[in-house]
């Protein structure tokens, strides 16, 4: 009643924002307030901006969903084509890190994990995953849109280096198991890459 009719497409995006980063695992990292305006004349959607905890710095970054922005660029061509995207501050991002001693170092070949959903209805799944194995200690490189086909995403872990491929489709997950395939073992004799079905609630020991 506070809102209005016209406003239920938004709170629906917020709640599904909400459900996403709870499969996230990020949950507790978000607080809705509706004080937040950004943009105005371009912003179609979700807006958000990202703080330190300790409140002592200025935004990390901020960004949300513009939908029209392309077309107002662009011209008709251009017309309904959805975007995203935000404004990173590097310089805040980099003091925070230096401050926290927690700047990174990167001497790594390639990430451990690649994670891929069959479709976009198991987006969440895969990111409740990516999540699991990050907890684990392991690298994870989470693919935001399924691929046509799925020889593209087995070639896109490939060229990222990726040790494993965790691909997430509706048979295995209907029993409560991911399949992880290992993209660095040799093949067996018939040409197939070595794989294991791993249970949902033992991804923590996936490496044991």
């Known amino acids: 009643d506070l809102v209005g009719e016209d406003s239920s497409g938004a709170i629906e995006e917020v709640r599904l ?22 943009g105005l004349a371009y ?8 703080f330190d905890r300790r409140g002592e710095l200025r935004a990390i970054m901020g960004g949300g969903r513009y939908d029209r922005l392309l077309e107002l660029y662009g011209g008709e061509a251009c017309k309904g084509i959805p975007c995203v995207g935000y404004g990173f501050g590097d310089c805040v991002i980099m003091e925070l890190l230096s401050d926290l001693n927690l700047l990174p170092k990167f001497d790594s070949d390639g990430v451990d994990y690649v994670v891929c959903a069959f479709d976009q209805g198991l987006y969440g799944k895969a990111a409740w995953i990516a999540a699991q194995l990050r907890q684990a200690g392991k ?3 989470l693919m935001p849109t399924p691929k046509k086909r799925v ?8 060229v990222s280096g990726a040790r494993r491929m965790v691909f997430v489709a509706p ?3 209907d029993i409560g198991v991911v399949r ?13 890459a070595v794989q294991v079905d791993v249970p949902l609630n033992a991804l923590d020991t996936v490496d044991e």
């Open 17 to 38: 924002l909400f459900q996403l980063a709870e499969d996230y695992g990020v949950s507790d990292y978000l607080v809705f307030d509706a004080s937040v305006v950004r």
């Open 43 to 50: 912003y179609t959607g979700i807006v958000w901006e990202a």
């Open 139 to 141: 690298s994870v490189d």
């Open 151 to 158: 020889a593209n995403s087995f070639k896109h872990a490939d």
């Open 171 to 173: 048979d295995e997950i």
């Open 180 to 192: 992880i395939k290992d993209l660095r073992l040799p093949r067996d004799n018939e040409g197939n």
